[in-house]
């Protein structure tokens, strides 16, 4: 079983930084494919970046590339996001997944899901 619990959203200004954080208090965290994705208001749910269990494939959308980077700790069950650089057209939702295909940006194919956390970036 994944559970899993996104932390470290908030309110910045365009060009400050953020950790986003996504923990997994289950015991079945290594074997899964993690990806965040976020989901801006009136937009659909949009792949960021994905990262396999040994951190050796990494994936990102084109938006978020060079300025954000994916890592995992396996022996801490916890996925991060380090987003720089931030702008405004990165406010949204962001949300943690886990699934079993390496790589996938495709929504459907995460069967477990974060609550999601709100990260604002002012002008």
């Known amino acids: 079983q994944v559970q899993l619990v996104e932390s470290g959203g908030g309110l910045v200004q365009a060009g400050d930084s953020l950790r986003l954080s996504c923990a997994d208090s289950?015991?079945?965290?290594?074997?899964?494919?993690m990806a965040w994705f976020r989901q801006a208001p009136g937009k659909e749910r949009e792949f960021v970046a994905g990262i396999n269990w040994s951190s050796g494939y990494i994936n990102y959308a084109n938006s978020v590339k060079g300025r954000f980077t994916i890592s995992r700790d396996n022996a801490k069950n916890t996925v991060y996001l380090q987003m720089n650089s931030l702008k405004p057209e990165d406010t949204a939702v962001y949300y943690c997944?886990?699934?079993?295909?390496?790589?996938?940006?495709?929504?459907?194919?995460?069967?477990?899901w974060g609550q999601g956390t709100q990260v604002t970036v002012s002008s």
């Open positions: 997944a886990a699934g079993p295909r390496l790589g996938s940006t495709i929504e459907a194919v995460y069967n477990y």
């Open positions: 289950g015991r079945t965290f290594s074997r899964y494919f």
